[in-house]
């Protein structure tokens, strides 16, 4: 009986906790891999748990539509793409509660069936894409292809199609498919919204707008343990692939889990902002996007879109207050009026007189002691009042600041425009939010973020404008931050491939117009992978960024040189008269590379073999340039490295 009574009391103290777990389901977007590592962590941790979450994860089959099944309430979170907003203006009620990828992974890769093969070829061709990859059909219409001439077919999560001629393209990952064909021996060629600067945000989890009415502390609960588990998985992706391996996929290898993981990094940026961030800015830029090739309207708003796990300070209510000030101020003349002509009732006149002005000293602390700072003005722009903590921000004193106009504040680095639009909406009677940089005392130029709107007096005529100014300068440093990353090789700060081809590209128009000559060097270091297998790879990317300043060193301010991966670089030179120019240019950086290199008290020497391909002469488009060069390039390896090369075609037929 003793023992009866104990395993009771067991079962007993569990059920608590039992209870205590809500069962949610999250979905994903596609099969289990390293892809969905901080989800998978977040349960296998006891992060759900401790949230007090039992939390299903389901992966993606064929036919399986993530933004149906959250619609539905089938699941409850699900993992989605930025075309969310498309389903958001089709009246679906989504959510986005956090961005994991600063950079979208998707791209079309088709088979490498001839040299000069590019997006365009895919008119009229079969494209196997996935649900919710509207981003790629973006990039087709911004390419100039009609999507009603393409045969688009339901994604089967699997390149055997691609591979075998079933279809002519697919959707993609970067993390993914590269990996997959490249086991495979396949040629192929990848085409990537962002070479057209359709730059948008990747594996944006999302939930309903009934999930986060009904459940917000679920909602609120659920975002930040799935962010914990993406934290630890990026910085221990050895320990998470083995947990893959063991627990959820099985179609995966190792090798496959480490090449997802390490691109993922590129893609996620964690070293310059925290997992989950969404800039609103970010979003409404792909709304414009979007709705440039006539998929939104104009405008769409993003109200509720963007899910607030710590709203924005409501400054709304200093408006309201400070209207009631102005207002009760107005009702103490009246009241003073009042008792004038009607002595009789004094009494009662002074009791309202003396409560006003105790609301009036409430009203009056809360601004003064508000953590933003607060500058009113009259109607002709003169500023009446500031709060301490203006003061404290601008570096200005109260003598300095008050009866004069805002103008001293402004920099001389904002367009006119905005303060245009500014006052435009403020003479309609209208408030105003929006971006200015402003003028410190001490000329220190920083970014705001400015709240303005007119006060009004019970005929609606305008007697006083309120501005809160909220300094958000260290995140504009964070976005421009991010933006270089995404143009910028980050060990060498030169262009990446991205920018590179860009310039390639506005150089070749230039040249056709103008009917002048260009040339296109491709740089690749000998001996690179001998430095990195016997110093190690510190010692080699110190290499790579003392390579890179000597290839600066020999170019005029017009060219462009840029690291295009590994060891390898291009350079760019959009004007030269003859081939002399290029070839000096080209043993000029040859020769500075010889020389030796002194790292952290090394003596290293290498060498170089450059390619030159010729505007007209060896191509008129960048691929065709970038290939030539490339190809020169192995003809001065094939001759012994350490040389430069012209691009000689081929005597026969390719």
């Known amino acids: 009986m003793k023992f009866i009574l104990i395993q009771l009391l067991c079962v007993l103290l569990t059920l608590p906790r039992a209870v205590a777990s809500e069962g949610v389901t999250l979905q994903l977007k596609w099969e289990h891999a390293f892809q969905f590592a901080g989800y998978y962590v977040a349960k296998e941790k006891g992060y759900y748990e401790q949230a007090g979450l039992n939390v299903e994860v389901k992966e993606a089959q064929p036919g399986i539509d993530p933004l149906l099944e959250v619609v539905s309430g089938r699941a409850d979170f699900a993992t989605g793409t930025s075309s969310l907003l498309l389903a958001r203006k089709a009246g679906k009620p989504v959510v986005v509660l956090g961005v994991i990828f600063q950079h979208s992974p998707y791209v079309l890769i088709a088979l490498e069936k001839k040299p000069l093969q590019s997006?365009?070829?895919?008119?009229?061709?079969?494209i196997m894409i996935e649900p919710l990859s509207e981003e790629l059909l973006a990039y087709l219409k911004r390419e100039g292809i009609a999507l009603d001439s393409l045969k688009l077919l339901a994604h089967n999560f699997k390149t055997d199609a691609l591979i075998g001629g079933g279809v002519d393209a697919i959707s993609a990952y970067l993390t993914n498919e590269p990996f997959i064909l490249d086991q495979a021996g396949v040629k192929y060629q990848i085409y990537t919204p962002r070479s057209v600067g359709i730059d948008f945000y990747g594996d944006n989890l999302f939930t309903s707008e009934q999930q986060i009415k009904q459940h917000p502390e679920r909602v609120k609960a659920f975002r930040a343990a799935s962010l914990r588990g993406w934290e630890y998985a990026m910085a221990n992706p050895d320990e998470v692939i083995q947990l893959i391996l063991?627990?959820?996929?099985?179609?995966?290898?190792?090798?496959?889990?480490?090449?997802?993981?390490?691109?993922?990094?590129?893609?996620?940026?964690?070293?310059?902002?925290?997992?989950?961030?969404?800039?609103?800015?970010?979003?409404?830029?792909i709304a414009d996007t979007y709705a440039e090739i006539g998929m939104l309207p104009?405008?769409?708003?993003?109200?509720?879109?963007?899910?607030?796990?710590?709203?924005?300070?409501?400054?709304?209510?200093?408006?309201?207050?400070?209207?009631?000030?102005?207002?009760?101020?107005?009702?103490?003349?009246?009241?003073?009026?009042?008792?004038?002509?009607?002595?009789?009732?004094?009494?009662?006149?002074?009791?309202?007189?003396?409560l006003t002005e105790q609301r009036l000293k409430v009203f009056s602390t809360a601004i003064e002691q508000s953590p933003t700072p607060v500058l009113i003005t009259g109607p002709n722009r003169v500023i009446q009042y500031v709060n301490p903590k203006f003061l404290e921000e601008t570096g200005y004193s109260a003598a300095e600041t008050l009866g004069r106009t805002p103008t001293f504040l402004r920099s001389e680095d904002t367009d006119d425009s905005a303060y245009q639009e500014?006052?435009?909406?403020?003479?309609?009677?209208?408030?105003?939010?929006?971006?200015?940089?402003?003028?410190?005392?001490?000329?220190?130029?920083?970014?705001?973020?400015?709240?303005?709107?007119?006060?009004?007096?019970?005929?609606?005529?305008?007697?006083?404008?309120?501005?809160?100014?909220?300094?958000?300068?260290?995140?504009?440093?964070?976005?421009?931050?991010?933006?270089?990353?995404?143009?910028?090789?980050?060990l060498t700060q030169l262009p990446?491939?991205?920018?590179?081809?860009?310039?390639?590209?506005?150089?070749?128009?230039?040249?056709?117009?103008?009917?002048?000559?260009?040339?296109?060097?491709?740089?690749?270091?000998?001996?690179f992978k001998l430095v990195n297998d016997i110093h190690g790879h510190a010692i080699g990317d110190l290499l790579l960024e003392d390579a890179a300043k000597r290839m600066l060193g020999g170019l005029r301010d017009s060219d462009s040189v840029g690291r295009i991966g590994g060891d390898e670089f291009m350079v760019l030179l959009p004007e030269i008269s003859s081939e002399s120019d290029a070839s000096a240019v080209a043993e000029k950086i040859r020769e500075s590379l010889n020389q030796p290199f002194s790292l952290d008290g090394k003596m290293l020497v290498i060498s170089s073999c450059i390619g030159i391909a010729l505007f007209p002469e060896h191509g008129v488009e960048v691929a065709e340039l970038a290939k030539n060069a490339d190809e020169a390039m192995y003809q001065a390896k094939s001759l012994g490295g350490d040389r430069v090369s012209f691009f000689v075609p081929a005597s026969g037929p390719n």
């Open 298 to 354: 104009n405008h769409f708003s993003l109200d509720g879109f963007l899910y607030e796990a710590s709203p924005r300070a409501d400054l709304s209510w200093i408006y309201s207050l400070l209207w009631t000030a102005l207002s009760l101020l107005a009702l103490v003349g009246i009241i003073a009026l009042y008792i004038h002509r009607l002595n009789g009732r004094l009494a009662k006149s002074l009791a309202e007189g003396l």
């Open 422 to 490: 500014m006052w435009d909406y403020l003479l309609q009677g209208q408030r105003w939010e929006g971006e200015l940089q402003t003028r410190r005392k001490s000329g220190e130029i920083y970014w705001e973020e400015v709240h303005v709107g007119p006060v009004k007096d019970s005929e609606g005529k305008t007697t006083h404008y309120v501005a809160m100014l909220l300094d958000i300068n260290e995140r504009k440093k964070i976005h421009q931050r991010l933006a270089h990353s995404a143009h910028y090789d980050m």
């Open 246 to 285: 063991r627990k959820y996929s099985k179609h995966k290898s190792q090798a496959q889990l480490e090449f997802e993981a390490a691109q993922m990094i590129a893609l996620m940026r964690t070293d310059l902002i925290a997992v989950g961030y969404m800039n609103p800015g970010r979003w409404r830029h």
């Open 496 to 527: 990446n491939r991205i920018l590179l081809f860009e310039r390639v590209n506005q150089a070749l128009v230039r040249a056709k117009r103008n009917q002048t000559r260009l040339a296109l060097l491709f740089i690749d270091l000998d001996k």
């Open 119 to 126: 997006i365009h070829d895919l008119n009229d061709k079969r």
